[in-house]
């Protein structure tokens, strides 16, 4: 008969040097022996100190503790094998989380120093993009440069025939003694320079899509660029005025010294405008056919056909707040048609409405600057 001892099993003939475990020490096989005295590999254990090893659940298999050799239930592991509930319930999101703490939080910070420093950096690539848009628009047309000037002598055209004898739109020009198509084409021309810097500079950023994601450059310079190519065609437009000056033999008053800050003013409000519409076409291409008709109504509800002294006096002020053009095209005709300085607190409310459009349309693109690239 067999022998037990230290929970090992002695068989006949073994010797004790096989069979038996020798005092203060247990055989290496009966480590792993289960109660009843059989015997289990090494590599088949379930279990070591009582907790369960990877691969085998929780289950409660009685093991034999290395250090006693004595049997027990194995305690499960917290969280490990006990079914879906608590890896669920581990998964689960805290309610009282809200999101990420705040400063771990993406926060783009803009300074306008930084942007102009980094445009005025990127001047070169602003001056081939213009050169690239200009040869593109005027390549292969018969007319070339000569459309700069076709549309607005059309408008100055219609706006003879038809304003110049509807009502007293044109009595701006008779109180002051100027002929109505010089009248008109002073206003035709700011403009024409909005209208097309706008239009062109809306859909600036998605027409470049592909150039966004292969150079690094501020993403304003595709707005700029087509201002700058806006600039060109009204400097082209401009020579009309000379021959409309021999025609007519009115030339320019002494006072045009003022034509430098209105020319400013204009420039601010033109680019606050196209810097918002540039930014916001890319998440909203809605307003690319909104464009066009906001563009005719605002020539109608701009002094281009009419004079400034359309408008109720009372509204003057809050009127130009809201479009800074109006005083610019006023205070063109004053300085060069009437001989007159322009309107200084008129002038001064356009020139504050237009820097504080300017300066919160370049916040608002540099906040929208980081998608752009990924939805243009």
């Not at 549309?151 to 100027?178: C, E, W």
């Amino acid at each position: 008969m067999g022998e037990y001892v230290g929970g090992a099993v002695g068989m006949p003939g073994d010797g004790s040097s096989n069979g038996l475990s020798r005092a203060g020490g247990v055989d290496r096989a009966s480590r792993h022996a289960r109660p009843g005295g059989v015997d289990e590999p090494a590599d088949h254990r379930t279990h070591v100190n009582g907790a369960p090893l990877a691969g085998h659940g929780g289950a409660t298999t009685p093991t034999i503790d290395s250090r006693t050799g004595t049997g027990r239930p194995a305690a499960p592991t917290a969280g490990v094998g006990n079914g879906t509930g608590r890896i669920a319930a581990a998964q689960a999101p805290d309610p009282e989380i809200k999101g990420p703490p705040p400063e771990l939080r993406f926060k783009r910070r803009t300074s306008l120093l930084r942007g102009m420093r980094e445009l005025w950096h990127s001047r070169e690539l602003v001056r081939t993009l213009a050169e690239r848009d200009l040869k593109a628009r005027y390549k292969q047309a018969v007319l070339g440069f000569a459309w700069a000037i076709i549309t607005p002598v059309l408008l100055m055209l219609v706006f003879t025939i038809v304003f110049q004898r509807v009502g007293n739109l044109s009595d701006a020009a008779h109180k002051y003694h100027v002929p109505y198509p010089l009248f008109s084409y002073l206003g035709l021309l700011p403009w024409t320079f909005f209208m097309s810097s706008v239009t062109q500079g809306s859909s600036s950023l998605v027409s470049n899509g592909p150039l966004l994601n292969k150079v690094y450059c501020p993403r304003e310079v595709f707005p700029f660029a087509t201002v700058i190519v806006a600039t060109v065609d009204m400097l082209i437009a401009s020579t009309v005025l000379v021959v409309l000056f021999a025609a007519y033999t009115t030339p320019p008053a002494a006072t045009s010294w003022a034509l430098p800050i209105l020319l400013l003013i204009q420039f601010e409000v033109t680019l606050g405008v196209v810097l918002v519409l540039s930014a916001a076409v890319v998440y909203f291409r809605d307003i690319r056919h909104v464009l066009p008709l906001l563009m005719q109504m605002g020539m109608f509800a701009t002094p281009v056909a009419y004079g400034m002294d359309q408008i109720t006096r009372d509204w003057l002020l809050p009127y130009v707040i809201c479009n800074p053009l109006a005083a610019v095209i006023d205070g063109y005709r004053r300085s060069i048609l009437y001989g007159q300085q322009p309107d200084w607190e008129l002038t001064g409310a356009a020139a504050g409405s237009a820097t504080v459009l300017l300066i919160v349309g370049y916040k608002v693109f540099k906040k929208l600057e980081a998608g752009i690239a990924d939805v243009a």
